[in-house]
C-alpha cells in the first residue's frame, strides 16, 4: 500500500485516493447487484476494499511487499486451473474469479501514477461486466454513483498532477478545495445524467447486450419444475426474487388466481415426473393463436385479458391463468406438452412477454369428454400404499360416494388436520407420503398434493400434481400484479366425469404469512421502479418509442380541442383560491414578502460581515491561511472608506500606502501592508498577529 503523495496537499491526496476507491467500490456493487458472483468472491473482494479504505483513513498500517504480490499471482496461477475444472466448471466465473484477484492485488499496493491507471481500468471493466450481467434496477444507481466517483477522481487526479509539477504558484482556498471538487463532481454527473436520460428516450436502443449467452442461468424455482422430489429442501419456495409481472385489462380485481405452468404425471413413490414424448408443436401463425376448440369457447363464465412479463430464468415454461384460449406472443412456435402446459421453444433466459385471453372459471385447459383408457391408466398409476394410508383413505372417505365428493372429502381433511411449513426435518423417509400422513402431519405444499394426488389414485380418480404460482400480490403504484418466487405453489389436479380436470387445492394457509407492514409498502414502490427500468430501459426499443409517441401526440391533440373552456376554468378556480388564500394568509404572507426583501437588500452583507467575523476568531484561535491576509488587508480598506479615502483600482497596495495623506496615517497603513504581504506571499502564519493587531490599532486612530 502507497502512501500519499508526498509533494501536494494532503487533502487534496486523500480526496484522490477515496475518490479512486468509490470508482472501485461502485463497480464492484453493480456486478454484486447482479447476483452473479459467489459468496467468498464477494467477501474477499469486499474486504480488500473495505481494508483499502482503512489505509487511506490512516486507521490501519500495512505494508505489501512486491515479492509477497508476486508469491500470491504464481499461486492463484497454480489455483485458476484447478477453480476452471473442478470448483466453477466453467471459463466465465474462473476468469471473473481471477479478475477480482487481480483487482483485489492492484487496489491494496496501488502506489503510482501507472498503479492508479490500472485501478481505472479495472472499475471500468468492472462496470461494464455488471451492463451484461445485471437486468435490475440497482445498476442504475452504481451507474450514477460510478459517474460521480468517475469525475471525482479525473478532476482530483489532474489538481494532483499540477501540484506535482515544478515551480510554485501562490494558491488560497486549499483547505476547501476537496469540499468544492466533491460538489462540481456532483453538479456535472447530475447534469450528465440528465441529459443522457433524455436523449435515451428520444433515440431508441437498437442493441441488445453483448456476450449474454454466456451468462448462465441465475436461478431455479419450484415454479419451473419439470420434477419434485418430496424431502428436498432446494425445492422449498423461499426466495423473494420476482418472477413475473401480470397487468390485466379487464377491469376487476384478480387475487387467489393460481398460474398453473406444469402438470406432473408419474409418481415412483418419493418423485413427481414426466417422462419424455406426447408434446406438440404450435406455429404462432396466425397471431393471436387459438389455443381452444370452438365448442370450448362457447363455455360460460369469467374471462380475462392480461400481458404476462416473464423475467429471465432457467425455463421455458409459460404460465397461465385459468384456461388459455388465445396466446399472443413474439416467438415462431410453441410447445403443448402432454399434461395440458405450454413451453417457449427459444427459452427465457432474455425474458418474455406474451399476451393471453383465459378462460377463469375452469382451472386448467381440458373438455369434458371421456378420459381415453391409456391416459386413464397413466394417471392412476400408483406404487403399493403403506397399510395405515389406506386404511386413512377409507375412513376419509366413508361417508362419500361419488368421485366427486370423495375428492372434496380428501381435501377438507387435509385442511382441517395438517399444518403447513416451510421446515425441513432431518433425516429421509422411506415412505415420504406415509410419514407426512401418518407421523408428522405437517410439511409444505408438495406434500400436501402428492399425498392427495396418491389417495385419489388408490381410489381409481386419476389425478396429477400441477406446479405453478399462487396468486401474487397487487402493486397499485404500477397497476401490475407481482409473483415472486415464494409464490411457487403445487396442487391437486383430478378428473371428474363431466367436468374434466378439476382443480384442488388441499394446502391450508401458512400460519407465519408477512403482514402488510412498512417494509412490504416500501417493497411496493421499488418493485414499481423496477418494473419502469424493465418496460422502458431494459425493453425500450422502436415500438416503445412508438407507443410513448403516441401518448404524447394524443395528449397534444387532447390539449388543443379543449384548451379553452379548461382555461377559463383553470383561471376561474385560481382566482377563487386566491380570495380565499388572501383572506387567511394575507398578512402572513406581506410579513413574509417584507422579510424576504429585507433579506434580499441586507443578507449578503450580513452574510459577508459574519464570514469575516468567524474567519477572525480561526485567526485569533491560530487557524491561519493565505488568503485570510486578503480578508484582513479589505477589513483595512473598510475603514479608510469611512474616512472618505477610497484605494484606486490602479493602484498596488504598496502604492497606496504612499498616496495616505498623513504621517501617522500613512505609517500605520505602510506597516499593515509589509504584514499583509509577508502572509500573502511570503508564508509566513506568524504575521496574521501583528496584522491584526495593527488593525486595531488603525480603528481607534483618528
Known sequence: MGSLPANGPRSQARFFEFSLLGLVASGYLAVVGSGFLDLPTVVLAGAALLLRALLIAGLVRLHISGRAVTAATVAYIGFYPIDYFFLTREFLGATVHLVFFVAAMKVLTAASRRDYFWVKVIALLELLAASVLSPNLNFFLFLAAFLIFGVATLSSSEVQRS????????????????????????????????LTAGMFFVLPRTARAAFRHLVPDRYRVPGFSNQIVLGEAAQLPSARTPIMHVRFFTPGRYDGLKWRGEALREFDGRRWYNPPGGDSMLRMSPSPLQLVSDDQRRMRGRRASYEVHLRATGSDVLFFAGVPEFLEVQLPMVIRTASGGYRSVEGTSEGLRYGVYSYLDAGVPSDPSPLPIEERQVHIKLPQPDARVIVLIRRITAGAHTDSSRAQAIEDYLHANYTYTTEIEDGSPADPIAHFLIESRRGHCEYFASSMAVMLRYLGIPARVATGFQSGVYNPVSGWYLIRASDAHSWVEAWLGGR??????????????????LWTRTLLYLDAAETFWQDWVLSYDLDRQLVLATRMEESGRLAGSSWSARTAARLRGWSEAAVLLGRRFGLFVLAAAALAILLYRAGPGLWRRLRTEWRIRNLDRGTVQASDATLLYQRML???????????????PTEFAVMVQGKELSELVAHITDAYHDLRFGGRPEAAPRLIALLDQLEHTR
Not at 501540484?163 to 454527473?189: F, H
Not at 374434466?500 to 407492514?517: E, I, K, V, Y
Not at 473598510?638 to 498596488?652: F, H, N, Q
Open 163 to 194: 501540484a506535482e509539477t515544478a515551480g510554485r504558484v501562490a494558491r488560497s482556498g486549499q483547505r476547501a478545495l476537496p469540499w468544492r471538487l466533491a460538489g462540481v463532481s456532483l453538479v456535472i454527473s447530475i447534469g450528465a445524467l440528465a
Open 500 to 517: 374434466g380436470w378439476t382443480t384442488f387445492d388441499p394446502t391450508p394457509p401458512d400460519p407465519s404469512a408477512r403482514a402488510n407492514s
Open 638 to 652: 473598510r475603514v479608510l472608506d469611512r474616512r472618505g479615502i477610497e484605494k484606486p483600482a490602479s493602484a498596488t
